[in-house]
Antibody, heavy 122, light 108 residues
Framework: HLQLQESGPGLVKPSETLSLTCTVS??????????WGWIRQPPGKGLDWIAS???????YYNPALEGRVTISVDTSKNQFSLKLTSVTAADTALYFC??????????????WGHGTLVTVSS | EILMTQSPATLSVSPGERASLSCRAS??????LAWYQQKPGQAPRLLMY???TRATGIPARFSGSGSGTDFTLTISSLQSEDFAVYFC??????????FGGGTKVEIK
């Protein structure tokens, strides 16, 4: 049974860097069939895809965040991570990690972590 | 960027009734559409992919239809556990994946 668990600070100061890690258990991140992604949800609002990464390191970013966001993978630890620089209050959100199909017709997210709330405040 | 528009924003339905939720894409996305259910305090759960294929463990009362730009999620007979927020998501053009704004299904 695949499980994803987000971890990282719940409070980040404005202008600093948000760093989160997703630990995958019950399955290997070294799979040809999947990407691994981050999605966020501001309080009371909808879902925004942030970035996705393949075990090889190939990655895709939301153009709206590109330049501030970096996704990385550590296959030895079965983890992938997110860094978002120069955060503002607008980056306050519930951050989810999720598994995403890697095929052209399977880019949906079929397994999600519980989410971690990150608040940007001084 | 492909924009996804969901309607209505809120749907009030009595238990046992049928609910139809709409999702419209700003350009054709073929059948590259997924639906998710989210309950308060929980992560989204995949319901449907390929516009009409139920994900593992999803009851048959959930069905999806549509292709191109117009899609519908239908819940044939609402159960108490179905009251939630539903999101659609397209995955037609990599790497742009966008979600709709959501439809809240509430008890009438």
């Amino acid at each position: 049974h695949l499980q994803l668990q987000e971890s990282g600070p719940g409070l980040v100061k404005p202008s600093e860097t948000l760093s989160l890690t997703c630990t995958v258990s019950g399955g290997s991140i070294n799979s040809d069939d999947y990407f691994w992604g981050w999605i966020r949800q501001p309080p009371g609002k909808g879902l925004d895809w942030i970035a996705s990464i393949y075990y090889s390191g190939s990655s895709y970013y939301n153009p709206a965040l590109e330049g501030r966001v970096t996704i990385s993978v550590d296959t030895s630890k079965n983890q992938f991570s997110l860094k978002l620089t120069s955060v503002t209050a607008a980056d306050t959100a519930l951050y989810f990690c999720a598994r995403q199909g890697s095929g052209w017709y399977s880019g949906y997210f079929d397994s999600w972590g519980h989410g971690t709330l990150v608040t940007v405040s001084s | 960027e492909i924009l996804m528009t969901q309607s209505p924003a809120t749907l009030s339905v009595s238990p046992g009734e049928r609910a139809s939720l709409s999702c419209r894409a700003s350009q054709s996305i073929s059948s590259n559409l997924a639906w998710y259910q989210q309950k308060p305090g929980q992560a989204p759960r995949l319901l449907m992919y390929g516009a009409s294929t139920r994900a593992t463990g999803i009851p048959a009362r959930f069905s999806g239809s549509g292709s191109g730009t117009d899609f519908t999620l239908t819940i044939s007979s609402l159960q108490s556990e179905d009251f939630a927020v539903y999101f659609c998501q397209h995955y037609d053009n990599w790497p742009g994946f966008t979600f709709g704004g959501g439809t809240k299904v509430e008890i009438k």
